[in-house]
């Protein structure tokens, strides 16, 4: 039974996690119905800045976070730079090859850079315990959690109730329209992608002290983040957080269930169910935009 | 187009050249070697290819299908003594069972949800090679034996790359013959039509699920056989084989030189090569090389090199520079 509770914990903090970390892609698409399969690969660099900062400039954690935002968005923008034309024209299939290849580019970059070895970000958090009983968690996993929830309160509060989200809202129902009543549309879309990389890379900043940061990961978190989007409704804010918190607590009990080692193999084969039990939904989806 | 018919009667000349190209090139073990690997690799991209030119998605997981060649030609090869011929079939009808099961599955997904859906295939294709006890878990399976496709009174072994050549250059011939038989076949021109004008081709009668199903069907075996001949090659086969750099590879030999462009893929896939194996840059600034290549070209000459070469005939630039696969998600039902 302790057990069982403590692998719920594990669960949550996991699924806000997962949320957290696909909090990017759930904009993107919403918004500018954009994909972007870099995504892993940012958030490894996200890490990789985070940790950096910490050992080798002696930042405190909590400045480091933030150079790799600044990083992660600086990033986005180059690519939303180059891909300009393809997301214009709606280009998805440009858009999907371009991503990878930036993600590709990422992954060589950051081996040169911070070599092929992995490392570990320690934070003030990570090391001290949280106990009740016999359950427990470190106060990184309490801080993962409570960042999920404000990102995702703050994110709904700005779509849903100020000026910027209107026109953001404007943009994602119809990018034309908006720019004939004088939106300029190619800000949004540049916000949106600064937007994803700095969320990706505040994730990365939060969730990577939880395991060794290799250049070579983000491969689950990509297949993690496609699921949490295809399960919230694509575009859907409200419902990436409660799929991300749900997939966290599938994946925390099938890992201590079954395997650990084929956690996203059976993520996956969810994903893949929903999507052959109601493919329209997802279409139906993205054509509602952000809500 | 006048100088098509002209084009074609080139090309068994072409293919001598390049049949002895190894040879004057000064015959090395590794000058072979990197032939025998660009003609792997064409033909794995050229499975890739009939996906993304003709059928218009973008598949991002048929490092699966080139996977499932090595690995049944590995496993059955070593555990089962199977000869060569054996495992070629093993490894074609895997593919076909692995297609027909991504395919049904995949059947109503358009656009990023089927790419999504092909790529997650590949990710977790990943996880059960490296763990997967019977598939050899991260050591791999080692010791797969040199090719042998003797026939009944004919000898027909390679030992070292440069007796494998005439055979991998075999596949790679009649790999591009397929593709060009595709794409004057009725499949194919229904394939187009799919990609270009779904309503069109279902007031023609033509079954969108149908044609994609078959495509899918039609270039799952010729990755496969790639996988099966990169097997023989290098002895050994491991999880690395689903590397995200075959996927890379395999995108950038599709769009380079542009869509439909019948020898473009091994164009580029040579060119690709030649840079990694005689003028590396180590494997990491190699592989920023590669992925900028790939986002340049998409980005700045989303028609391929070759629409850079028909440019100027075009009467508009802004419609020469409309990438051939355009497509929204709003054409989606």
């Known amino acids: 039974?302790?057990?069982?509770i403590q692998q719920l914990i594990n669960g949550i903090v996991l699924g806000h996690a997962y949320a957290l970390v696909a909090i990017g892609w759930t904009l993107l698409l919403g918004v500018a119905r954009l994909v972007n399969f870099g995504h892993g690969q940012m958030y490894m660099l996200g890490a990789f800045i985070s940790w950096w900062a910490v050992s080798d400039l002696g930042l405190p954690y909590w400045a480091a976070v933030p150079l790799a935002m600044a990083a992660g968005a600086l990033f986005g923008l180059a690519m939303q730079r180059i891909m300009l034309r393809a997301t214009f024209e709606q280009n998805l299939v440009s858009i999907m090859i371009m991503t990878l290849g930036f993600g590709y580019v990422l992954q060589g970059v950051a081996a040169l850079v911070f070599g092929s070895t992995g490392q570990i970000l320690d934070t003030p958090l990570s090391q001290r315990d949280i106990e009740i009983g016999d359950l427990w968690l470190t106060w990184q996993d309490a801080a993962i959690v409570v960042a999920a929830i404000v990102v995702f309160a703050a994110l709904k509060w700005v779509l849903d109730g100020t000026?910027?989200?209107?026109?953001?809202?404007?943009?994602?129902?119809?990018?034309?329209?908006?720019?004939?009543?004088?939106?300029?549309?190619?800000?949004?879309?540049?916000?949106?992608?600064?937007?994803?990389?700095?969320?990706?890379?505040?994730?990365?900043?939060?969730?990577?002290?939880?395991?060794?940061?290799?250049?070579?990961?983000?491969?689950?978190?990509?297949?993690?983040t496609f699921v949490v989007v295809v399960f919230g409704g694509?575009?859907?804010?409200?419902?990436?957080?409660?799929?991300?918190?749900?997939?966290?607590?599938?994946?925390?009990?099938?890992?201590?269930?079954?395997?650990?080692?084929?956690?996203?193999?059976?993520?996956?084969?969810?994903?893949?169910?929903v999507?052959?039990?109601r493919p329209g939904g997802l279409s139906a989806g993205a054509a509602k935009g952000v809500h | 187009m006048a100088n098509f018919s002209w084009r074609r009667a080139s090309l068994p000349v072409l293919a001598v050249l390049c049949l002895y190209a190894p040879a004057w090139l000064g015959g090395s073990a590794s000058v072979y070697s990197a032939a025998v690997l660009i003609a792997i690799l064409a033909v794995m991209s050229y499975g890739l290819d009939v996906i993304v030119s003709d059928l218009g998605e973008v598949s991002l997981g048929h490092t699966v299908f080139f996977a499932v060649g090595a690995y049944a030609t590995a496993l059955l090869s070593t555990r089962a003594g199977m000869g060569s011929w054996a495992t070629l079939g093993a490894s074609i009808v895997l593919a076909l069972v692995f297609a027909t099961v991504i395919g049904f599955v995949t059947l109503r997904l358009r656009e990023f949800v089927f790419s999504l859906v092909t790529y997650a295939v590949s990710v977790v294709a990943v996880t059960l090679a490296a763990n997967w006890d019977f598939l050899g878990g991260s050591d791999g399976v080692r010791g797969v034996p040199s090719l042998d496709l003797s026939l009944p009174g004919l000898a027909l072994t390679a030992r070292s790359d440069q007796e494998l050549w005439p055979?991998?250059?075999a596949l790679l011939v009649i790999t591009i013959y397929l593709v060009d038989r595709f794409r004057h076949s009725?499949?194919?021109?229904?394939?187009?039509?799919?990609?270009?004008?779904?309503?069109?081709?279902?007031?023609?009668?033509?079954?969108?699920?149908?044609?994609?199903?078959?495509?899918?069907?039609?270039?799952?075996?010729?990755s496969a056989a790639a996988g099966w001949l990169y097997a023989y090659q290098r002895a050994y086969v491991s999880a690395d084989i689903l590397e995200a750099y075959f996927l890379i590879l395999m995108l950038?030999?599709?769009?380079?030189?542009?869509?439909?462009?019948?020898?473009g893929p091994l164009v580029t896939v040579a060119l690709v090569l030649t840079q990694e194996k005689f003028?590396?840059?180590?494997?990491?600034?190699?592989?920023?090389?590669?992925?900028?290549?790939?986002?340049?070209?998409?980005?700045?000459?989303?028609?391929?090199?070759?629409?850079?070469?028909?440019?100027?005939?075009?009467?508009?630039?802004?419609?020469?520079?409309?990438?051939?696969?355009?497509?929204?998600?709003?054409?989606?039902?």
């Open chain 1, 275 to 277: 999507l052959v039990l």
């Open chain 1, 1 to 4: 039974m302790v057990n069982l």
């Open chain 1, 234 to 273: 694509i575009g859907s804010i409200a419902g990436s957080y409660v799929a991300g918190v749900g997939l966290g607590i599938f994946a925390a009990l099938f890992g201590a269930l079954v395997s650990p080692a084929y956690t996203s193999a059976a993520a996956f084969l969810v994903l893949i169910a």
């Open chain 2, 186 to 222: 009725r499949l194919g021109a229904a394939a187009m039509m799919v990609h270009l004008n779904p309503r069109l081709a279902t007031i023609t009668g033509i079954d969108p699920a149908r044609v994609r199903l078959q495509v899918f069907l039609f270039s799952a075996p010729i």
């Open chain 1, 163 to 224: 000026r910027i989200g209107r026109l953001v809202r404007m943009v994602a129902e119809d990018p034309k329209l908006a720019q004939l009543a004088g939106i300029d549309v190619r800000r949004v879309y540049y916000g949106v992608f600064a937007f994803e990389g700095a969320a990706v890379a505040f994730a990365a900043g939060m969730i990577a002290p939880r395991t060794p940061i290799l250049t070579s990961m983000g491969f689950e978190e990509v297949i993690m």
């Open chain 2, 167 to 169: 055979y991998a250059f």
């Open chain 2, 252 to 263: 950038t030999a599709v769009v380079l030189v542009g869509r439909r462009q019948l020898l």
């Open chain 2, 279 to 333: 003028f590396s840059l180590g494997g990491y600034v190699d592989k920023i090389v590669l992925g900028s290549v790939l986002v340049l070209v998409l980005a700045f000459f989303p028609q391929g090199l070759a629409g850079l070469a028909r440019l100027p005939s075009r009467p508009s630039r802004a419609r020469a520079s409309r990438p051939p696969a355009a497509t929204t998600l709003e054409n989606l039902k």
